[in-house]
């Protein structure tokens, strides 16, 4: 079985940083992009950041400038570096990762992780 865990959401003032982690594990043939989104209440889920596996990367508009995304393939991990937090990125933060699995015979699944919380606030 091959799941997503995510890791470093909280509490942090407005200004702050906070930096989300999420591992795939389990049988996993390769990787394709992997992305973080995130819902805040009431609202749609949108897509924060995206990476592929050459490294390219995509944000929102929203956080062009404020937040960095990274990954190591070796680790089957993505990251998630937020700063200059403001209140309005508060929301639950969920990672994403299109994955071949071995057992797959070449079929390729979108998997999420269970949803990190952050809450941007004084």
């Known amino acids: 079985q091959v799941q997503l865990v995510e890791s470093g959401g909280g509490l942090v003032q407005p200004g702050g940083s906070l930096r989300l982690s999420c591992a795939a594990s389990?049988?996993?043939?390769?990787?394709?992009?992997m992305g973080w989104y995130r819902q805040a209440p009431g609202k749609q889920r949108e897509l924060v950041a995206s990476?592929?596996?050459?490294?390219?990367?995509n944000f929102a508009d929203s956080v062009k400038g404020r937040f960095t995304i990274s990954r190591d393939n070796a680790k089957n991990t993505v990251y998630l570096q937020m700063n200059s937090l403001k209140p309005e990125d508060t929301a639950v933060y969920y990672c994403?990762?299109?994955?071949?699995?071995?057992?797959?015979?070449?079929?390729?699944?979108?998997?999420w992780g269970q949803g990190t919380q952050v809450t941007v606030s004084s």
């Open positions: 990476i592929t596996s050459g490294g390219s990367t």
């Open positions: 389990g049988s996993i043939f390769n990787i394709g992009i």
């Open positions: 994403n990762a299109r994955i071949r699995p071995r057992a797959s015979s070449g079929s390729i699944y979108d998997y």
